[in-house]
């Protein structure tokens, strides 16, 4: 997700409302100065816990967002404890589980390479509840999932969750052929399993509930995501993966403004994009936005699987989009085909009399015959 400043994107608006329509008009805003810290991540009180820093960029920039690296990254406690976090690359930052104190705050120190510290409020470490089920249902031609949970001492009341999917797939052709040394031959042990794969997505939208106004704390079937019919990830199996972190109402306050501006899809119906307010500060320069809000907590998991045949019988399942097409040994030689592996050989073409000897190959590409070009051919060790 590529975080801009809010104040460019408002003027950007503003801007288009006031520009012709024959001649687009680019503001300078959009090239001003624009490179402030964003911090993603939170302290998790029981499991890893990574931070990520970047920096904000200008509208008309659809580059990648710079990385911060190199920086010092400490969790404080108000006793005077602190833990260091390891520099992995990319501007992520990680250190193993931690045994927090719930009866103590916790802040996040930032020192980056231009010497320039960041602190966050001392935060409560919030105890995540167990995620009570995660449930599908199949309703107009999608695959709907859905997550349940509760307190039972009603302390939690604001929730936040992320999820991993993972399917297995096959190719769109499956093939027993290898080209190799400018030859085909018939695939063997040796050889790399290419007809078995899985693909694993992090989710991408910002997921919340609340029962603020509910005298119990429960949170009954909300909707984490819907999968089309045909979609190729439930097309043979397919598995779901809910994190629950339990959120302050500042947190979720933050969180509900971000998941509001980064859907907005700006027509002048939409509400305006609104500032967010950080708990993240910049102690060498306190005008200086930070962007990002720290919260603190346990958290819970719950996996999910979903075979193709658990789903309706008259759905028609995904069909993949790949194509096939023949070369003859008369009209060509295979290394002209084959060689750089861009396309595969599928399966041999015979004499409409009946030869003994193959006189051409289906072929079709990488990717539509081997399944590692979008995944791996490990299984995970939780699949069942």
């Given at each position: 997700?590529?975080?801009?400043?809010?104040?460019v994107?408002?003027g950007?608006?503003?801007?288009?409302?006031?520009?012709?329509?024959?001649?687009p008009?680019?503001?300078?805003?959009?090239?001003?100065?624009?490179?402030f810290?964003?911090?993603?991540?939170f302290?998790?009180?029981n499991?890893?816990?990574?931070?990520?820093?970047?920096?904000?960029?200008?509208?008309?920039d659809?580059?990648?967002?710079?990385?911060?690296?190199?920086?010092?990254?400490k969790?404080?406690?108000?006793?005077?404890?602190?833990?260091?976090?390891?520099d992995?690359?990319?501007g992520?930052?990680?250190?193993?589980s931690?045994?927090?104190?719930?009866?103590v705050?916790?802040?996040?120190?930032?020192?980056?390479?231009?010497n320039?510290?960041?602190?966050?409020?001392?935060?409560?470490v919030?105890?995540?509840?167990a995620?009570?089920?995660?449930?599908?249902?199949?309703?107009?031609?999608?695959?709907?999932?859905?997550?349940?949970?509760?307190?039972?001492?009603?302390?939690?009341r604001y929730?936040?969750?992320e999820?991993?999917d993972?399917?297995?797939?096959?190719?769109?052709?499956?093939?027993?052929?290898?080209?190799?040394?400018?030859?085909?031959?018939?695939?063997d042990?040796?050889?790399?399993?290419?007809?078995?794969?899985?693909?694993?997505e992090?989710?991408?939208t910002?997921?919340?509930s609340?029962?603020?106004r509910?005298?119990?704390d429960?949170?009954?079937?909300?909707?984490?995501l819907a999968?089309?019919?045909?979609?190729e990830r439930?097309?043979?199996?397919?598995?779901l993966?809910?994190?629950?972190?339990?959120l302050?109402?500042?947190?979720y306050?933050?969180?509900?403004?971000?998941?509001?501006?980064?859907?907005?899809?700006?027509?002048?119906?939409?509400?305006?994009?609104?500032?967010?307010?950080?708990n993240?500060?910049?102690?060498?320069?306190p005008?200086?936005p930070?962007?990002?809000?720290?919260?603190?907590s346990?958290?819970?998991?719950?996996?999910i699987?979903?075979?193709?045949k658990?789903?309706?019988?008259?759905?028609?399942?995904?069909?993949?989009?790949?194509?096939?097409?023949?070369?003859?040994?008369s009209?060509?030689?295979?290394?002209?085909?084959?060689?750089?592996?861009?396309?595969?050989?599928?399966?041999?073409?015979?004499?409409?009399?009946?030869?003994?000897?193959?006189?051409?190959?289906?072929?079709?590409?990488?990717?539509?015959?081997?399944?590692?070009?979008?995944?791996?051919?490990?299984?995970?060790?939780?699949?069942?």
């Open positions: 997700m590529k975080i801009k400043n809010w104040r994107t408002l950007w608006f503003l801007m288009l409302l006031v520009s012709s329509c024959v001649e008009y680019s503001p300078k805003v959009m090239e001003a100065p624009n490179s810290l964003v911090v993603n991540g302290i998790n009180s499991g890893p816990t990574t931070i990520q820093l970047l920096r904000t960029q200008n509208l008309s659809e580059s990648t967002p710079p990385a911060e690296t190199g920086a010092v990254v969790i404080e406690a108000e006793n005077g404890e602190n833990y260091r976090l390891q992995i690359g990319g992520n930052y990680t250190i193993g931690l045994t927090l104190n719930p009866a705050k916790y802040r996040l120190f930032i020192k980056t390479r231009d320039k510290e960041y602190v966050s409020d001392f935060i409560e919030k105890q995540t509840p995620i009570d089920e995660v449930t599908w249902k199949a309703v107009d031609n999608e695959v709907q999932f859905f997550v349940s949970t509760h307190d039972p001492k009603n302390d939690t929730y936040r969750w999820f991993e993972t399917w297995h797939f096959r190719p769109a052709f499956p093939t027993i052929f290898k080209y190799e040394n400018g030859a085909i031959r018939i695939r042990d040796r050889d790399e399993e290419i007809s078995n794969c899985w693909r694993t992090r989710s991408t910002i997921e919340l609340n029962s603020a509910l005298s119990k429960v949170i009954s079937n909300y909707k984490l999968l089309p019919y045909n979609s439930v097309a043979i199996k397919y598995s993966l809910v994190k629950q972190y339990a302050s109402r500042q947190a306050e933050y969180w509900e403004i971000l998941k509001k501006n980064t859907e907005s899809i700006g027509t002048l119906f939409d509400p305006l994009p609104s500032q967010l307010t950080s993240i500060r910049c102690t060498t320069n005008e200086e930070v962007i990002g809000f720290l919260s603190a346990t958290m819970q998991e719950k996996r699987f979903l075979e193709s658990d789903l309706p019988r008259e759905w028609r399942l995904f069909n993949p989009t790949c194509i096939a097409d023949t070369m003859l040994l009209q060509g030689n295979i290394v002209d085909y084959f060689k750089g592996g861009y396309n595969m050989p599928v399966s041999e073409v015979y004499p409409p009399s009946g030869g003994m000897f193959p006189i051409g190959y289906v072929y079709a590409s990488r990717a539509c015959v081997d399944c590692t070009v979008r995944g791996t051919n490990v299984k995970p060790d939780y699949w069942e």
